[in-house]
């Protein structure tokens, strides 16, 4: 039985192992977190490529139970007037849940015939003609037949095995964030946000509790020098970017001590131009990834259905599998890719005449129109293969 370690329990971690299981090999998906992550914004899925994979992998339903409704956003300015405002549909597809919610719902899928190891990492990797020699942060030692790295843009595997996050991570010139704070404002599930030249505060509730409510910011800056694992950091280079501000982001910034957690990162692209080097491969994010826009988290379903498919139709061989993997599903994960480019602008204008262009483009019904019909194509634009029939015909 051929034996795949996987890197990362967020969304192409567990949904690769769900597929590798179902065709008969045995995924051990090993997680930096101690227990599943529970945080993150919401994510969306559109069209029936989409929808008809999360159907076969049985999770649909569970998923729809906690689907947020989808998304409004309406735009103020720090004096509280309207700007404009984007549908639930623009942001929320055809299913919208919350990113924690996906995940824990794609880890319990794949539950039955996955290892999962929280609390730990990799520490290194040795490829081997026999198998991948890997030792993990916690000192234990093991070998797999393939090693995945599904452990998003800042990529663990990817650094080991291609080289430092510098080469492939691109800096898109803008940062996001977001916290959990009190619903003091007594808000729906929609959101509300505040825009000033390179800059955007924006809230909303929690369609599961009325009482809390969760922020997202972005800001434009240049690659910062700092630590990502140093909380208080990220809070202080929020507060000084923020700091000043009207509207109600003083009690938003306020609420930042108490956040149970807290996200920060840049918005960037994955450009790694080859995803697979001996027995070694990269998927999701961590093969082609942008931080927000880019449709990262349908996509790195996408992806993970492909390269378990690819090695169960090969029987298990990497080396075939992964090149055909690559060639298949390349060019439309760079499509979908795409949409992040653009997100931080479209976020947070960096001039007063950028806000305008952009509030004015967005309340006119052609320039949604045309918007929506890139995103069904972004969604749509790969014919994939139905690996059933192969996969039982050659198990590993």
């Known amino acids: 039985m051929t034996t795949v370690l996987i890197s990362g329990a967020s969304i192409a ?20 977190a101690p227990t599943p992550r529970t945080g993150g914004n919401a994510v969306d ?3 029936p490529l989409h929808l008809g994979l999360l159907r076969k992998m049985g999770v649909l339903d569970a998923l729809r139970a906690v689907q947020t409704g ?20 623009f942001a929320g597809g055809d299913l919208e849940t919350l990113r924690g919610d996906l995940s824990r719902i794609l880890c319990a899928a794949a539950a039955d015939t996955t290892e999962y190891l929280f609390g730990d990492s990799i520490a290194a990797l040795a490829d081997t ?20 790295g599904a452990d998003g843009v800042h990529s663990n595997v990817r ?35 505040c825009n000033v ?12 509790d009325p009482s809390r409510a969760g922020t997202l910011v972005a800001f434009a800056s240049p690659r910062l020098d700092y630590d990502r694992h140093d909380v208080e950091q990220q809070r202080r280079i929020l507060r000084d970017v923020f700091g000043g501000l009207g509207w109600e982001v003083p009690r938003l910034l306020a609420a930042l001590d108490t956040a149970p957690e807290l996200y920060f990162d840049q918005i960037c692209k994955v450009r790694t131009p080859v995803w697979a080097k001996g ?44 090149a055909r993997y690559e060639r298949l599903v390349a060019g439309f994960a760079r499509a979908a890719q795409q949409g992040g480019e653009t997100t931080g602008r479209f976020l947070a204008p960096r001039t007063a005449f950028g806000l305008r262009a952009r509030d004015w483009a967005m ?14 194509d972004r969604s749509s634009g790969i014919d994939l293969p139905d690996y059933e029939q192969a996969a039982s015909a050659d198990r590993p």
Not at 17 to 32: C, D, N
Not at 167 to 182: D, K, N, R, T
Not at 364 to 375: G, H, P, Q, V
């Open 279 to 322: 027995r070694i491969a990269l998927v999701g994010d961590a093969a082609c990834g942008a931080t927000i826009g880019g449709m990262g988290s349908s996509t790195a379903v996408v992806e993970a259905y492909a390269l378990a498919g690819e090695l169960a139709a090969a029987g298990g061989d990497h080396t075939v599998a992964f």
């Open 159 to 193: 650094r080991l095995t291609f080289g430092p996050e510098a080469q492939f991570v691109e800096h898109l010139g803008y940062y996001v964030a977001g916290w959990a704070v009190p619903n003091d404002l007594g808000l729906g599930r929609d959101m509300i946000g």
């Open 129 to 148: 003609p026999d198998g991948v020699e890997v030792t993990f942060a916690g000192g234990t030692r093991r070998r797999f037949d393939l090693v995945i």
């Open 13 to 32: 971690g567990p949904a690769l192992a769900y597929w590798l299981g179902r065709y008969g090999f045995r995924p051990t998906v090993v997680e930096i």
């Open 70 to 89: 989808g998304t409004a956003m309406r735009f103020v300015d720090e004096q509280g007037r309207y700007r404009m405002e984007m549908p639930t549909e």
């Open 363 to 376: 309340n006119r019904k052609l320039f949604m129109t045309m918007t929506f019909k890139i995103a069904a």
């Open 197 to 208: 030249p390179g800059k955007l505060v924006s809230v909303g509730g929690d369609h599961r």
């Open 45 to 47: 899925f559109r069209g």
